[in-house]
């Protein structure tokens, strides 16, 4: 992540350029896409310092539970992005289970928070955007699902049809 993992702006060639690896080298690589939950109630309820920390502390674990040649950056706000290269989708696990009873102290206060992900796994006819739309695109679902039913099983063959009309 760059210098303020909280704050610092992802780099698109460096996507890009992995993308690009994987398809010459025919090898796996994985999108993970995260977005805070319930953020912005937290500034309100905490002030905005605690969501500050709450942003620190949730890149300083997401640098914890990936691999050295990892690229994870924060995009803005709330959300981040994490490409796992040598990875496949099915693999993200490892990186999710990693990343439970996420909580700060601010000022004496213990403030939980949680995440709401998706993933992709890129295909080698896919330009790097469709899988990162398709990452995003299972995220918005799982955050839906959680907040409408308490979670939510994913098929990305389904999700790729949708996003195909």
Not at 15 to 41: W, Y
Request: charged share 30%; glycine share 10%.
């Amino acid at each position: 992540m760059s210098e303020d993992p909280a704050r610092g702006e992802g780099s698109s060639p460096a996507r890009a350029g992995e993308a690009a690896r994987t398809r010459r080298h025919s090898r796996p690589l994985a999108v993970l896409a995260f977005d805070l939950d319930g953020f912005k109630q937290i500034n309100d309820r905490y002030g905005h310092a605690a969501g500050d920390l709450v942003l620190r502390e949730f890149a300083v674990c997401l640098k914890k539970g990936v691999r050295r040649q990892d690229i994870a950056v924060s995009i803005g706000g709330d959300e981040f992005r994490v490409l796992l290269s040598e990875c496949r989708a099915g693999q993200v696990d490892r990186v999710l289970a990693s990343m439970s009873n996420l909580k700060v102290n601010h000022n004496g206060v213990g403030v939980a928070f949680a995440f709401s992900a998706g993933w992709a796994e890129c295909q080698p006819h896919e330009s790097p955007q469709t899988f990162l739309e398709l990452a995003d695109r299972m995220l918005y679902d799982h955050k839906r699902d959680r907040h409408d039913r308490g979670g939510a099983v994913y098929n990305v063959r389904e999700v790729r049809a949708l996003m195909a009309l």
